[in-house]
């Protein structure tokens, strides 16, 4: 037996794992001796209480047994199976490629976060802030009040403080209304749409139909041909088409679902503080007379995607059933985070905050339209909202080889048809080039290789 007298552990816990392991491993037999507590201490040069100690936990877990006057004994402690492998590594993290330059329209600037600003509240604010101490299934009640008064201000809904919850992101939110509804809907999604979802409504058991997009949203034709109680729309600024849904369309949309009980509209307004036109477009929820319009807004683009904070307006006969389902249901954003929201909105920096960065990011939209204007053979299309540009190419039907060879360059980038259900394709692919996350050096950098790529591609 080897024992460390400079090691951190007690040596008394050195001599219980020796005999524990020895024991486990079948070199200690059942009904083997142990050397006496007097002759294992001076063979290893230890104190007798040391080697007591060590055998008084053998005994306490039943590795060996104590007989008067006899002295110490291995009890029968039966067999642990184990099946031989091989020592495979095994690892559920994939390595990522970098990139020189990123296209992706999901990503923000991360230079532009109000990181110092938070830092203030958190060392001189929050912990003086009596809810920090509470805890609310729901979320906490203040932040609540502030997403209220900020949707009456800036988006023409009005509600109130019970009808918030507030989550992590979309699909939390969408978790939570599963629960409340039973499962028992059919729920239509926008294609192309939010692609990413297709397994948390397979694993939550949900239907949902695909509905092919035209040039003003969610078809609402094909949208009545698939039968559907739920519909989850993107009508501010279409993900990832940046569609803008027409007045007329909207109010197709809910008038369905006024027609009949327990039809719902989800409205995810993405993206929609980024409107680079004079005027906002109104939500549909603003609309909502009959209460059938279940919205859903984020602070991830506004402020940091870091916060995973997301939150819901319920309609009013949903709040029922959610508080039958609550106590499963808690918010998963910490009060930390959520005081940090709630202070930062109550003090008005929310509203310079999204005033600064719809100014970064227009700069970025322009700088990106600047420096692809002249070339030939390309269309530029901009929604003049959200945070990315479409690019066509024209004689290009297969906008994946573009993708490629941008690849090879080091530029990530998307297309539209890589946000499409299942096999279908759509009508008209494009090439989407997110602005967000590059400075404007970055842009103007990788915007001139995307030319030369396409110049490249033409020659081929």
């Known amino acids: 037996m080897q024992i460390d007298l400079k090691s951190d552990r007690p040596i008394y816990e050195q001599i219980y794992e020796y005999f524990k392991d020895a024991i486990l491993e079948g070199r200690f037999k059942k009904g083997e001796k142990l050397p006496s507590k007097r002759t294992l201490a001076r063979d290893i040069s230890v104190a007798v209480n040391t080697v007591t100690s060590a055998y008084e936990m053998l005994i306490s877990e039943g590795y060996i047994r104590s007989e008067e006057k006899r002295g110490y004994f291995v009890n029968d402690i039966g067999t642990i199976y184990t099946l031989k492998h091989d020592d495979v590594e095994i ?13 992706l329209i999901t990503q923000g600037d991360p230079e532009s976060y109000p990181i110092d600003r938070f830092r203030k509240i958190f060392t001189q604010e929050l912990i003086y802030d009596t809810e920090f101490y509470e805890r609310d299934y729901q979320g906490l009640y203040g932040l609540r009040h502030e997403i209220k008064n900020y949707l009456f201000k800036a988006r023409g809904i009005k509600t109130n403080e019970d009808n918030i ?22 729920l239509a999604l926008e294609n192309p749409g939010y692609k990413v979802l297709e397994t948390l409504l397979r694993v939550n058991g949900i239907a949902y139909e695909p509905i092919d997009i035209d040039e003003s949203g969610m078809s609402f034709e094909n949208f009545l041909k698939a039968d559907c109680e739920l519909a989850l729309l993107t009508p501010s600024n279409q993900f990832p088409t940046a569609t803008v849904m027409p007045i007329k369309r909207r109010l197709e949309f809910l008038n369905w679902a006024n027609a009949a009980s327990g039809r719902y509209i989800i409205e995810d307004d993405y993206d929609s503080e980024f409107r680079y036109a004079p005027r906002a477009i109104s939500p549909i929820k603003s609309l909502d007379e009959m209460d059938r319009v279940i919205y859903i807004g984020n602070f991830s683009k506004s402020i940091s995607p870091l916060l995973r904070v997301s939150y819901m307006v319920l309609p009013n006969a949903l709040l029922h059933e959610y508080h039958g389902i609550r106590p499963l249901m808690n918010s998963p954003v910490s009060n930390i985070v959520q005081i940090l929201v709630k202070d930062f909105m109550k003090e008005g920096h929310f509203e310079r905050q999204l005033n600064r960065m719809k100014g970064i990011y227009n700069r970025k939209r322009l700088t990106l339209l ?16 959200g945070m990315h ?32 259900f299942g096999k279908k394709s759509v009508s008209e692919d494009a ?11 970055e842009l103007e950098s990788a915007a001139a290789i995307v030319l030369d790529t396409i110049k490249n591609l033409k020659n081929l």
Do not use: C, H, P, W
């Open 91 to 103: 690892s559920t993290r994939k390595e990522k490629k970098s990139y020189k330059y990123s296209f």
């Open 431 to 441: 090439l989407l080039l997110g602005y967000g996350l590059m400075s404007e050096k």
């Open 165 to 186: 919850i507030i989550s992590s992101g979309l699909e939390y939110l969408l978790m939570t209304l599963f629960l409340i509804l039973q499962n028992k809907v059919k």
């Open 389 to 420: 540009l479409k690019l066509y190419m024209s004689g290009l039907d297969d906008y994946s080889r573009l993708v490629q060879m941008l690849d090879k360059r080091s530029v990530k980038a998307e297309t539209i048809s890589s946000y499409t």
């Open 370 to 385: 600047d420096a692809l204007k002249d070339a030939s053979g390309i269309r530029l299309v901009d929604s003049m909202a």
